[in-house]
């Protein structure tokens, strides 16, 4: 095993959108950041430089961070954030996993520009599961807003409503064809006749899950969250802010230019959003040069309407392991847990501008009625390695302090959470069951939940109430999926289990960044086992104080 030795730098740069140029965060000037390559098996260690304005960490998402969660990244979770002008080095072993994560700034909305690919290749030695492709690219998905992120979600927070949605959606930070001023860079995918090529699809936006389609060409599904899958065919992909998706596509077309398409799958009603397309092009590399020039208009796919939950539904229940995999069957940590929105009232004496929420309340979200509070003195893994009291209380309830329709019209008391930093004390080792529910509190939405430290198999999903007499005869306990971002289905659930065999603290929150500033996270405190092995590492000397 290798290791790769990098060095991020984070410093606001121009870059130029939509016909403006505005300052953003980046990494070493690129945009989107570099693309860290490894094979499973290897290390990574990179010296993150901030010489931004802002606090900053970097998460590397989805990295199981095994004994090593100082080197996990969320602000307050697992250290404290790195200041102006400060600096600290992220190490950790690939142990496992293959394929495509990313990673982002986990501070505040600064992933909105601070993030890049995470490339996991096959194991020294080995090879892919699937004949070896022609040619490989990574597409990431996200947002950008004309305007400074930050700015967006604090003044969300100000005034208690929603942030402004974005401007555009893009794919490797371009929004393409259809956009004003975007038609020149956008990004050119190639192919050639008869070659069968990877694509490594990720979904880095903040807010919005997302489609993917390619005009004329099927995808052939091979893995997501960088574990593999048994291969199956589609014409569309969804994906959550947090997920990856890798898809085997072949050159069977007549040679010529064929649209990528982003575009917004969006579960939640009467709720604003980016309604608009980004576009990348698959260009046959043998097609006649008329056709390559900018006067050929690429075919446009099928693109599925914006609320065509069923499509998304079918996609994420085609998720299989490649063969049959060890899910726990015996369960000693069955919890229940509560995903959704809420609106605080108004306090009194407040000024009526900072409650711009629905008929003037403050928008907020909860799991099982607590909305989360990130500590600001100490991180939380650092209070529970060094034994700091009052930092965190270990109360998360297991299930909702009260049970109701969770699809259903639900009393105006369930609207206002708790709130608290509360986490949930797992041993080392327990087996661990999670319905997700999702409540239609506010409104009905999906949820794309994202664990830290683990990857999880996702048994079952459905829609309406999660019912333990009906709905334990669906879990798949043969070869389910494993992920680390779980889609919650609109007015449904999902049901997830791992074995908490990676000691430290570990956030589970909602990856769409609005919920996540409201409260919408909790996290376990996963205890130490016997010996070393079991333990979590010493944290590094140059870890950031707050
Ligand atoms: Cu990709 Cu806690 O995040």
Redesign the pocket.
């Known amino acids: 095993p290798q290791t790769h030795y990098h060095e991020f730098v984070l410093q606001a740069t121009p870059v130029k959108r939509l016909c403006m140029t505005q300052n953003a965060i980046t990494v070493n000037g690129m945009f989107p950041g570099p693309t860290l390559e490894a094979n499973n098996g290897d290390t990574l260690v990179i010296k993150v430089i901030n010489k931004c304005q802002y606090n900053a960490t970097i998460?590397w998402?989805g990295i199981r961070q095994i004994r090593t969660g100082w080197a996990d990244g969320?602000e307050f979770v697992t250290q404290c954030p790195i200041r102006p002008g400060d600096s600290y080095t992220y190490r950790y072993t690939v142990q496992g996993q293959e394929g495509t994560l990313w990673w982002?700034a986990?501070s505040s909305w600064l992933r909105a520009t601070v993030y890049g690919a995470l490339i996991i290749h096959p194991k020294e030695g080995s090879s892919y599961p699937f004949p070896k492709p022609k040619r490989e690219t990574t597409l990431l998905l996200a947002e950008w807003w004309n305007a400074n992120p930050i700015d967006v979600i604090r003044e969300a927070i100000q005034t208690g409503g929603a942030p402004n949605i974005s401007d555009a959606y893009t794919i490797n930070s371009q929004p393409g064809d259809l956009y004003n001023c975007s038609s020149q860079d956008t990004v050119i995918v190639p192919i050639d006749s008869g070659e069968t090529n990877l694509i490594r699809v990720i979904n880095a936006g903040m807010n919005q899950e997302l489609f993917f389609t390619i005009a004329n060409h099927m995808m052939t599904v091979v893995g997501a969250d960088a574990s593999y899958l048994k291969p199956f065919t589609t014409n569309v992909i969804m994906l959550g802010p947090?997920q990856t998706t890798d898809v085997l596509i072949t050159g069977d077309q007549p040679p010529s230019r064929y649209y990528i398409a982003g575009s917004p799958y969006q579960s939640a009603q009467n709720a604003p959003f980016d309604n608009t397309t980004t576009t990348a092009i698959l260009e046959y590399k043998s097609a006649p040069c008329p056709v390559k020039g900018l006067g050929v208009k690429p075919v446009m796919p099928t693109i599925p309407a914006f609320n065509d939950t069923n499509t998304a539904m079918t996609f994420t229940q085609s998720f299989r392991s490649p063969q049959q995999v060890e899910v726990p069957t015996e369960i000693d940590e069955n919890l229940f847990i509560t995903v959704g929105l809420g609106l605080n009232n108004c306090p009194p004496n407040f000024p009526s501008s900072r409650c711009q929420g629905p008929s003037g309340t403050r928008f907020t979200s909860s799991m099982n009625n607590v909305s989360f509070v990130l500590p600001s003195n100490f991180s939380l893994l650092q209070a529970h390695h060094q034994g700091i009291p009052r930092v965190f209380t270990t109360d998360f309830p297991e299930k909702p302090l009260v049970q109701f329709d969770y699809t259903g019209n639900v009393s105006q008391s369930l609207f206002q959470p708790l709130s608290g930093t509360k986490l949930y004390r797992l041993k080392f080792g327990s087996r661990v069951q999670i319905v997700l529910q999702g409540t239609s509190i506010v409104t009905p939405e999906n949820h794309p939940i994202?664990l830290?430290g683990y990857d999880f198999y996702i048994i079952a999903q459905g829609f309406g109430n999660f019912d333990p007499k009906k709905d334990t005869a669906k879990f798949n306990l043969v070869d389910p999926p494993l992920r680390n971002t779980a889609s919650v289905p609109v007015n449904g659930w999902s049901v997830i289990r791992f074995v908490a065999d990676n000691p430290g603290v570990w956030?589970m929150?909602c990856?769409l960044d609005a919920h996540i500033s409201w409260g919408l996270a909790m996290a376990f405190l996963v205890e130490n086992g016997i010996g070393i092995m079991e333990s979590i590492e010493e944290p590094p000397p140059d870890l950031p104080v707050c």
């Open positions: 998460h998402h969320p982002h986990h947090g994202h830290h956030i929150h990856h």
